[in-house]
């Protein structure tokens, strides 16, 4: 057996995370996309207050509100995020690999005594801690602007569920973070790994609905019109809608900032017995609603890093 | 014999069909400048490669410093110096800026980083620039920002690849200049190149490739001896009668060959420098020397005249 190579992969890993932090901070890029997304939380925060104010008298979760009320034509804030991650994601990773290539810094960088593995899941993470950084600092400026125009505090938990609504919403970025890292290994053009990502953006955004819904006949038809073949139907569709990330990122959102909400899918009358309508649920319950949405979303991050991890070690590194 | 720096043993690299490196045995000895010499696509950048560890050899091995640079790479990497092709930096960061990024990744500690950056700066000619963003650098200060970069590294061993590429002649010159320098510091250097009469002058030995072949090696007088025969050729003017000179130059032990290439001009090949022995010969046989030089031979000419003799099929 041939001895097993030296050292830590991760020699280096904090040179390179510092470094591509650094440069994601200062770059003209992000600074575009924090005006962008500081706009988008001042705008929605601000519709959602009047709204509340007009409509909604007592509720118990008023701050959940500034989240997910929108005042037309403005979509709610969730909404506008659903569009922003994806985009800040991108953004933050399209040329993180094939950059390092046409600058021609890759050969020079990898002289050094790292490994590969240190690059690579250096610049996956400073692209994760930028987006924690955008993301959280948003989360604070709603939560703040909420405590002025609303003039209560939040319960605790409101803020429990804001947490870990803002948690989900690092780890739907991270999957297109993963993705652009990805297709910025596979293409040696940021253009084209930046249109790919978008075109695969778009995709689950506007086409992976219909698909599933004309799927979803395909693989459960109703043949005799009995009610289970159509709730089979409709659970195929669910479970094939749930391929896309976005639609997970809804459902996530809704479970964590309705708390009234009690079921993700088709609800059964027997489902509602005993229970008092429009009561919300306990946190534990709405967390066991969507952990697998969670789960779901951390994997494929992890899945789609792992893949370009393979490639980017099996590519020869002369341009 | 000098310590061995680097070691390859029936060392082969394919990429599908093509044999980029092809049973390659090299040794490079320590305090030595060795040249990688031959055409584009040769393999010289894929040999260098495989000595930093930074592509697998198909077959074979490789010793760098004692190292296995398949299994070994960051005690490698942390004692050679790599120079890439057409070196690049990034742009929008500042000389020193990108010098403390790689220090940062050879795991130096800030104050002794700071140091050698300074004295590397100062040693390339680069103090005054070192807070410019680098996109304002020409290719020879990049090119020397690069050797900066390798020199914080206090390195055994630099490898060049192509270092004159895209440079002036003037800039070559200089860069060259400081590379020998560097040999002076007891720095074994590999360098390659594909412009042969640029970097002769600065190698102890050289590797002529092609077609991922070393097909000569050795000192550029012993390649000059090898191949074209006589390594010195030496032209004297001087007037007198002809036959006489000839038969004068001929006689000295040593001479290959005497022509007389004008009315006074006469060229002597020999094996050694024998300038004193022409001389004292033309004077005896009675001519009026006017003047003496001696040509060293090119690699240009070496490489030319031994694909010329069919040392290789194309």
């Known amino acids: 057996m041939r001895p097993s190579r030296e050292g830590s992969p991760w020699t280096g890993l904090w040179a390179v995370v510092t470094k591509e932090m650094a440069d994601h901070l200062t770059s003209a890029r992000m600074q575009i996309l924090e005006v962008l997304i500081a706009l988008t939380a001042l705008g929605t925060v601000y519709a959602a207050v009047q709204e509340i104010r007009a409509v909604i008298g007592h509720d118990p979760f008023l701050f959940l509100k500034l989240f997910t009320v929108n005042k037309d034509p403005l979509p709610a804030f969730v909404g506008l995020m659903g569009f922003l991650v994806p985009l800040v994601a991108i953004a933050l990773a399209f040329d993180a690999v094939n950059g390092e290539f046409n600058r021609r810094t890759i050969s020079r960088v990898l002289a050094q005594p790292i490994y590969r593995d240190a690059l690579l899941f250096g610049k996956f993470l400073a692209g994760f801690f930028t987006l924690a950084i955008v993301l959280v600092t948003i989360w604070l400026l709603v939560m703040g602007l909420g405590l002025i125009f609303l003039g209560v505090p939040p319960r605790g938990e409101e803020v429990l569920r804001g947490l870990i609504y803002l948690g989900a919403c690092l780890f739907y970025g991270g999957i297109w973070l993963a993705l652009a890292l990805l297709f910025s290994v596979v293409f040696r053009q940021p253009a084209t790994a930046a249109l790919a990502s978008m075109a695969v953006w778009l995709f689950f955004t506007a086409f992976w609905g219909m698909i599933a819904d004309v799927l979803a006949p395909v693989l459960r038809p109703v043949r005799f019109g009995l009610p289970e073949e159509f709730l089979a139907q409709i659970q195929a569709a669910l479970a094939l809608s749930r391929f896309s990330p976005n639609i997970l990122y809804g459902e996530i959102t809704l479970a964590l900032l309705r708390p009234e909400v009690r079921a993700l899918g088709p609800l059964l009358t027997f489902q509602l017995q005993g229970a008092i309508l429009g009561s919300p649920l306990p946190l534990s319950q709405s967390l066991l609603l969507i952990w697998p949405h969670l789960t779901g979303l951390v994997a494929s991050t992890i899945l789609l890093f792992a893949l370009s991890y393979i490639l980017f070690q099996r590519q020869e590194i002369r341009t | ?314």
Do not use: W
Request: some cysteine; proline content about 4%; overall charge neutral.
């Open chain 2, 1 to 314: 014999m000098a310590e061995l720096v680097i070691e390859t043993k029936d060392l082969t690299k394919r990429y599908g069909d093509l044999t980029a490196v092809d049973n390659l045995n090299l040794k490079v000895y320590e305090g030595e400048v060795f040249g990688l010499l031959g055409p584009n696509g040769s393999g010289k950048t894929t040999t260098i490669l495989m000595l930093l560890g930074l592509t697998e050899p198909t077959s074979g091995s490789v010793r760098v410093l004692g190292f296995d640079p398949a299994r070994q790479p960051l005690s490698v990497k942390s004692r050679v110096g790599y120079l890439p092709e057409l070196v690049g930096f990034y742009d929008d960061l500042t000389a020193r800026e990108n010098m403390i990024y790689i220090a940062k990744l050879n795991g130096l500690p800030r104050r002794e980083a700071y140091q050698r950056i300074e004295q590397a700066l100062e040693q390339v000619g680069l103090e005054e620039v070192a807070d410019k963003p680098v996109a304002t650098f020409s290719r020879g200060m990049r090119q020397r920002l690069g050797l900066a970069e390798i020199l914080i590294k206090e390195p055994k061993l630099i490898i060049l690849d192509e270092p004159t590429q895209g440079l002036d002649p003037e800039g070559a010159r200089e860069f060259l200049e400081l590379i020998r320098k560097l040999k002076g510091q007891g720095i074994t250097i590999l360098l390659s190149s594909h412009i042969l009469s640029q970097v002769q002058r600065i190698c102890d030995r050289v590797g002529l490739f092609y077609r991922g072949k070393k097909v000569l090696e050795g000192s550029v007088s012993e390649l000059a001896r090898e191949v074209l025969g006589s390594a010195y050729r030496i032209r004297l003017e001087v007037q007198g009668v002809p036959e006489a000179l000839i038969k004068a130059l001929k006689g000295i032990p040593g001479v290959q060959d005497v022509t007389q290439q004008a009315p006074d001009i006469y060229e002597v090949q020999a094996k050694e420098d024998l300038r004193a022995e022409a001389v004292r010969a033309v004077v005896e046989a009675g001519g009026k020397l006017k003047g003496i030089m001696v040509e060293e031979p090119s690699l240009d000419e070496i490489y030319a005249r031994y694909f010329e003799k069919g040392g290789m099929v194309k």
